[in-house]
């Protein structure tokens, strides 16, 4: 929404000088409202507006729903990848042992910790025709001093290296198989680089036919692996994807069911809020035609009479008994004028019968007649429903009943404008001005009405701008699309 700045004649304050509108503290509350250009009959457009944001709940349930599934499914994809790369790895685990014990320990022959030639090609012709072949990268033999025996890569033969913590824990006891995946930067597998980014490492401590107990270290592709994890997921995905469908299908009838429900209670709620909206409106009326036909005109002839006896009175040479009947007469009349005052207040005929601007001209001479000079400033026209007009004027009447209650105004000014996207009524004066902040802490202590603008504003869902400071006066403003 645009801002509107209110620009009003300027007014001495008690130290003679101007008011300065831009020292004014401000603080506002913002919420939509209908627009002015709705067609739509009342309960329908209350209806409306209340069913509007679950107009497709079953769609908004359906999508969340397959949302949540997405995401379900991907967690579980997640997890069922990682049970089954662990799965694979412990398969692994278990074929290296099995060929380490039952191939590689009764291929070893004598000789082979001295490097004899023989014993390593016995080995060799082994490992080719039972390891390579099934996606094996590289085997290794430890001895317990870290010098290599044997290995697929003759390069490697002879060669001693560091063994780490674990490999050598193993070697000394004999016991256990492990796995990890391959550090390829270490100087023994610099020929390993090569082969695949990411390799597998099994070991496990076996004893040779020679007798002597070396670490078998086998190297896998971890895409293999891996491969075999994804085939152990993928063997139960399809079934945990339906069953989530399945699931979402099932709840679509009870979400409709359920949404049908509340909609129908909204509409309900709508419309008995049409009612009471209705209800009261005819009952100020009727309030306000009971009155005015009823007490007032009784109180009217009752004037009338007292006025023609006072005259008789004085005929007769009763002055003073004709001077007390005058004294009530006029009493009684500023019951009656205090009885209209209260008429317009509960139903003001003016803006029901001429508009929104004749009648705040009518709030204006109430503003007069209570000593408060007050000016009103509107546009030539201005189209607005019927129930903005009501609002606008009811903002009006309670910024009013605060200027003169609280304000001690000289002035006060009425604006009402339309620049096209927004209608704005600011009401001001120029009277003491009151800290915002403080009055919304200590509401008894006055500035009660400014509560009740609050409260009004958002029931029916405008914006409501108060902008004060002791001794600058104050401009309460409410602003609705137009």
Not at 49 to 56: I, Q
Not at 243 to 263: I, W
Request: with cysteine; net charge negative.
């Amino acid at each position: 929404m645009s801002n509107t700045t209110l620009t009003l004649p300027s007014a001495p304050d008690t130290t003679g000088g101007e008011r300065d509108d831009a020292d004014v503290a401000s603080s506002a509350l913002a919420l939509p409202i209908e627009p002015a250009s709705d067609t739509r009959p009342p309960a329908r457009r209350i209806a409306e507006t209340v069913v509007a944001p679950l107009r497709s709940p079953v769609a908004q349930f359906a999508l969340s729903g397959l949302v949540v599934a997405a995401v379900i499914a991907a967690v579980a994809m997640k997890i069922g990848s990682h049970i089954g790369t662990e799965t694979a790895i412990y398969d692994a685990k278990h074929a290296t042992r099995i060929v380490g014990e039952g191939i590689i320990a009764p291929s070893i022959q004598d000789g082979l910790a001295e490097g004899s030639p023989a014993a390593i090609e016995r080995l060799d012709d082994v490992v080719r025709t039972h390891l390579l072949p099934h996606g094996v990268v590289r085997v290794k033999l430890w001895a317990e001093d870290g010098r290599i025996v044997y290995s697929d890569k003759r390069e490697l033969i002879g060669r001693r290296f560091a063994l780490g913590g674990e490999e050598r824990a193993a070697i000394v006891s004999g016991e256990g198989v492990d796995a990890e995946v391959s550090e390829l930067a270490r100087p023994e597998n610099r020929f390993e680089g090569a082969a695949e980014d990411k390799l597998l490492e099994v070991y496990l401590p076996i004893t040779g036919a020679d007798g002597e107990r070396y670490l078998f270290e086998v190297y896998q592709g971890f895409s293999a692996v891996s491969a075999g994890g994804e085939r152990v997921w993928t063997a139960f995905a399809p079934p945990l994807l339906g069953l989530l469908v399945l699931l979402q299908l099932a709840n679509l009838p009870l979400a409709r069911s359920f949404a049908g429900r509340l909609r129908r209670a909204s509409e309900e709620r709508a419309a008995l809020l049409q009612r009471a909206v209705e209800a009261s409106d005819t009952e100020r009326r009727t309030i306000a035609a009971d009155l005015h036909d009823g007490v007032v005109q009784d109180l009217v002839s009752v004037c009338i009479g007292l006025n023609a006896r006072a005259e008789e009175l004085d005929a007769g040479g009763d002055s003073a008994a004709g001077d007390a009947l005058r004294e009530g007469a006029s009493k009684t009349r500023e019951g009656v004028r205090a009885l209209r005052s209260l008429l317009v207040d509960i139903y003001p005929p003016t803006l029901h019968q001429a508009g929104l601007v004749p009648a705040l001209e009518d709030l204006a001479a109430t503003g007069r007649s209570r000593g408060v000079e007050t000016a009103v400033s509107c546009p030539a026209r201005i189209a607005l429903e019927a129930s903005q007009a009501r609002l606008l004027y009811r903002f009006a009447q309670e910024a009013l009943r605060n200027v003169f209650k609280h304000a001690r105004a000289k002035h006060a000014w009425i604006v009402l404008t339309d620049d096209g996207g927004e209608v704005r009524l600011d009401v001001a004066d120029d009277g003491a001005g009151f800290d915002p902040g403080l009055a919304a802490k200590a509401p008894a202590d006055g500035h009660i009405g400014l509560r009740a603008l609050s409260d009004l504003a958002q029931d029916a869902g405008g914006r409501l701008e108060v902008a004060s400071q002791p001794g600058r006066g104050t401009v309460i403003s409410v602003c609705l699309p137009h």
